[in-house]
């Protein structure tokens, strides 16, 4: 089991998404069409989607008429993604710690894709990567999940089955670090995975956003925009100029 950069390992793997193939795409279409009216955003705006997994809400947001790019470190879900390519969607492997070659009308960050790495410095160049890749007055949205909900709630110990593969997972918040980790027998051996995100609460993003000149404009607790609350929120929603 790897802990340093466990994301370009676990994220790479099929059997990531296979855990998680049941996670609710209709949620993640209200989302976009959420938030895409709220902010008025007109059908020329052009999106990043970073990271965009498989390309769902890319796909989605390409429906709705704008022109989206995609990015993800894993390849294989790049590869994935490429099948949906047209004129106005495209995607290409990208890893968010380096700076993009061309500016977007907004820059979306979508469920918890943040947060991965041991050091605030590598979360920080990430984010000014994205301050850096806005057109002027373009959007920053990013959906995390909320930390404090977690902690309260924290089931340590979870078993999930799955195309025949129990998933046996156990959860622990240590160091700073909401930490999964991940065993199962597939394919004839037993594999080890970790998944870790950073302890991030609504007070500690702001402080990030404030470092790299990100003012925030709104705060929402869900998918269908309600205001967020640390105790019952589902999700910690940012917008940001
Ligand atoms: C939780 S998934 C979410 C993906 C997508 N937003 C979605 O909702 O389906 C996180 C994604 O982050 C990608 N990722 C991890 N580290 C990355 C990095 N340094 N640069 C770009 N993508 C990264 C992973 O490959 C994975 O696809």
Excluded at 50 to 63: A, D, E, I, Q
Excluded at 72 to 81: G, Q, Y
Aim: net charge neutral; glycine share 4%.
């Amino acid at each position: 089991m790897k802990t340093k950069d466990w994301f370009t390992d676990w994220f790479n793997t099929p059997y990531y998404h296979i855990l998680y193939k049941n996670r609710d795409n209709s949620d993640a279409q209200l989302f976009m069409k959420n938030i895409t009216e709220f902010l008025e955003l007109p059908k020329s705006t052009h999106i990043l989607d970073l990271p965009c997994g498989k390309g769902r809400h890319s796909v989605f947001l390409n429906t709705l008429g704008y022109k989206v790019t995609g990015g993800d470190l894993s390849k294989n879900s790049i590869e994935f993604a490429k099948k949906f390519e047209n004129e106005t969607l495209s995607f290409k492997a990208h890893d968010m710690r380096k700076a993009f070659n061309n500016t977007y009308d907004a820059i979306f960050n979508l469920f918890t894709s943040f947060g991965y790495f041991e050091d605030d410095s590598e979360d920080i160049l990430i984010l000014k990567n994205i301050k850096n890749g806005l057109n002027e007055n373009g959007y920053f949205v990013f959906d995390f999940l909320n930390a404090d909900k977690v902690k309260a709630n924290l089931v340590t110990e979870e078993t999930k089955i799955v195309d025949n593969i129990t998933f046996n997972i156990k959860r622990e918040i240590t160091n700073g670090f909401i930490v999964k980790i991940i065993s199962f027998f597939a394919d004839g051996k037993n594999h080890s995975y970790i998944e870790r995100v950073k302890f991030l609460d609504l007070e500690k993003m702001t402080s990030y956003f404030e470092k790299v000149g990100f003012t925030i404009k709104n705060v929402f607790g869900d998918y269908n925009l309600n205001n967020f609350d640390s105790k019952t929120s589902n999700r910690l929603i940012l917008v940001a100029k």
